[in-house]
């Protein structure tokens, strides 16, 4: 028991620090109104393994202190996260369906953020802001699904991966 424990913090510190290096190495991209974070690519992964929440959530979390809205990408960016990758991986019946929850959840949650932090004043321009969120976070989700799509076809990735959800699932 001690042993699958350990084995579990190592892997989701494995993905924590992916997910802070991808972000903080293409950090131009990854962060602000429009955003191309290619390290959420990552949340997907939590479709097949619902444990890997934390690593992508505390990956958020770190790769977020670096941010130009400091505490408020903190807390918001990483519960946007959170969310994204809890819905993924306990209400999407195939991992398309998965794309679409970090799309909506990091629009509206980030969307929303950079609204109130930049001291937007109409509704419009929360649609405009949470719509550029929405593009970038789509555009990575399609990229994300395709590099999965193709790299689940392998049989060593997935019995690296041990699957505890969805291993059976056509996409």
Same mark, same amino acid.
Request: proline letters at 3%; aromatic letters at 14%; one cysteine or more.
């Given at each position: 028991?001690?042993?699958?424990?350990?084995?579990?913090?190592?892997?989701?510190?494995?993905?924590?620090?992916?997910?802070?290096?991808?972000?903080?190495?293409?950090?131009?991209?990854?962060?602000?109104?429009?955003?191309?974070?290619?390290?959420?690519?990552?949340?997907?992964?939590?479709? !097949?393994?619902?444990?890997?929440?934390?690593?992508?959530?505390?990956?958020?979390?770190?790769?977020?202190?670096?941010?130009?809205?400091?505490? !408020?990408?903190?807390?918001?960016?990483?519960?946007?996260?959170?969310?994204? /990758?809890?819905?993924?991986?306990?209400?999407?019946?195939?991992?398309?369906?998965?794309?679409?929850?970090?799309?909506?959840?990091?629009?509206?949650?980030?969307?929303?953020?950079?609204?109130?932090?930049?001291?937007?004043?109409?509704?419009?321009?929360?649609?405009?802001? /949470?719509?550029? #969120? /929405? %593009?970038?976070?789509?555009? #990575?989700?399609?990229?994300?699904?395709?590099?999965?799509? %193709?790299?689940?076809?392998?049989? /060593?990735?997935?019995?690296?991966?041990?699957?505890?959800?969805?291993?059976?699932?056509? !996409?």
């Amino acid at each position: 028991m001690k042993n699958s424990i350990t084995k579990m913090i190592v892997e989701n510190a494995i993905v924590a620090a992916i997910y802070f290096v991808l972000t903080i190495a293409l950090g131009s991209f990854a962060y602000g109104e429009i955003q191309f974070r290619v390290s959420e690519i990552l949340v997907l992964l939590c479709f !097949w393994r619902p444990d890997f929440i934390i690593g992508v959530t505390i990956g958020t979390f770190l790769a977020n202190i670096p941010s130009t809205l400091g505490a !408020w990408d903190m807390l918001f960016g990483t519960l946007a996260t959170l969310i994204a /990758a809890t819905c993924v991986a306990f209400c999407s019946p195939r991992l398309i369906v998965a794309t679409l929850f970090p799309t909506v959840v990091n629009a509206i949650v980030v969307g929303a953020e950079l609204y109130f932090v930049f001291g937007f004043n109409t509704l419009t321009e929360f649609f405009v802001t /949470a719509g550029y #969120v /929405a %593009l970038g976070e789509f555009a #990575v989700m399609i990229v994300g699904y395709i590099i999965l799509h %193709l790299i689940a076809r392998n049989k /060593a990735f997935m019995e690296h991966l041990l699957p505890t959800r969805h291993a059976g699932v056509r !996409w």
